[in-house]
């Protein structure tokens, strides 16, 4: 597989030892599968209590963006995601753009999951300063990204199966509960499609939320030169676990929703945001409350925040190889075989900037919204370009209808996302075209002459 790395003029420089299985957990541990807990009410409040057609809606905008993943990690085996596929399947300038949006994403996605777990935490421990966990936090996962991505990969198995156990519980008891009618709960359907409040906008309003607990299935593919039996690996696992999550998310918002019959919204502000934590409280006692706020604490702020780590240092390290980035942020340890120093600057930035958003959740979850949306945009984009004009192939649903509908359906949830969002991530992304600017001015833009491995590619021209 080092011979793939060498068709694209790099050398195997990461160490390969993820299997199927450790991808699958990877993507698990990134999308939460107890992610619903936390914003359960928000989605509840915007859905008129249709948490599960909501959930269910995301999947199957994600599941093209999923596939468009896959055709694109099979073309193109290499580490960097969107930016290394939009650049080689449509342009170079194009693929750091892509790069650029993404990495909007993957930087504030840990800033995002520490002050939720801090916030969750000062629900157990109220004498702890915020900032305090955060500071822990990071460090904890700073340290265990160090010491190699199998010591990563086995403290996501960890991960995994708490949350999984946490989740059971809950089901088992909002089982039990529905059937014998607490608190006037009863088996119903309405949660999936209630005539009185349905339609179109509202769903679509409610999507634009529940769609970030869905963002992390993509950071697979930023384990490429990490993986062990070929290119269709990626794209497998990427689709499988974005699978399995779904099933999950539909499951538990669909019971939680049972549990609080008779409304279609929360009576305010602090009902919503503790919706699911009342809930657990209601239907086994304060110490499920407490189980809750544990899982969605040592979730976020540690298991997913692990993995976005990984995911966004491997990021950096493939857009400096390619001197998109500085290029001491491309070191690789000489015996873990990780990107150290990125992995060292993505915990300072999460550390200053979760000191600095300490409570405000919602701005920074609309704001890693705008950045992953932007760069799947592009994603769909390439594998049109890639597939049916560069190497004109007649593959019409694989590569023309799955990335139009997923492209479609991305554009729509991205108009009606939060405006604070919009205008931050159009701020961003100008940024981002001054840097592109200044790295064509200064001679270090990329040349991706290497478009298609089965064709046996060039290696890259850096200019």
Known sequence: MSDDLARYGYRQELKRGLSLRHLLVYGLVFMVPIAPFSIFGGVFDASHGMVPLTYLIGFVAMIFTAVSYQQMSR?????????????????????????????????????????????????????????????????????????????????????????LVVLAVFVVFAVIAISNGVGGASWSAKPFYNPDEFSAPLVFSALSVAVLSFLGFDAISTLSEETTGGNRVVGRATVIALCIVAALFVLQTWLAALLVPGITAFPDADASN???????????????????????????????????????????????????????????????????????????????????????????????????????????????????????????????????????????????????????????????????????ATGRSVDFRATDAALQPEEPVRR
């Open 274 to 440: 503790n919706a699911f934590y009342d809930i657990g409280r209601s239907i086994a006692g304060g110490w499920l409350e407490v189980v809750i706020a544990l899982a969605v604490a040592i979730g976020s702020a540690v298991a997913n925040s692990l993995v976005a780590q990984s995911a966004t240092s491997r990021l950096l390290f493939s857009m400096a190889r390619d001197r998109q980035l500085p290029q001491f942020l491309r070191a690789v340890h000489p015996v873990r075989k990780v990107p150290q120093r990125a992995i060292l600057l993505v915990a300072a930035i999460s550390l200053l900037l979760g000191l600095f958003f300490v409570g405000q959740i919602n701005l920074l979850a609309s704001l890693c919204n705008f950045g992953a949306l932007t760069s799947f945009l592009l994603l769909h984009v390439s594998v049109v370009s890639h597939h049916l004009l560069r190497r004109r192939q007649r593959t019409w649903g694989l590569h023309l209808v799955v990335p139009a509908v997923g492209f479609a359906i991305i554009a729509y949830v991205l108009v009606n996302a939060d405006v604070h969002a919009k205008v931050g991530g159009l701020v961003w992304m100008v940024v981002g075209l001054v840097v592109l600017v200044v790295l064509r």
């Open 75 to 163: 073309a193109f085996p290499v580490a960097g995601s969107v930016y290394a596929y939009a650049g080689r399947g449509i342009s170079p300038p194009v693929g750091f753009l892509a790069g650029w949006a993404i990495l909007l994403d993957y930087l504030l996605i840990p800033t995002l999951l520490y002050v939720i777990g801090a916030n969750a935490m000062a629900n157990v421990f109220p004498a702890v300063p915020q900032p305090v966990w955060i500071v822990a936090f990071v460090l904890v996962n700073t340290v265990v990204n160090l010491r190699g991505i199998e010591t990563t990969a086995r403290a996501n198995n960890v991960f995994l199966v708490a949350q």
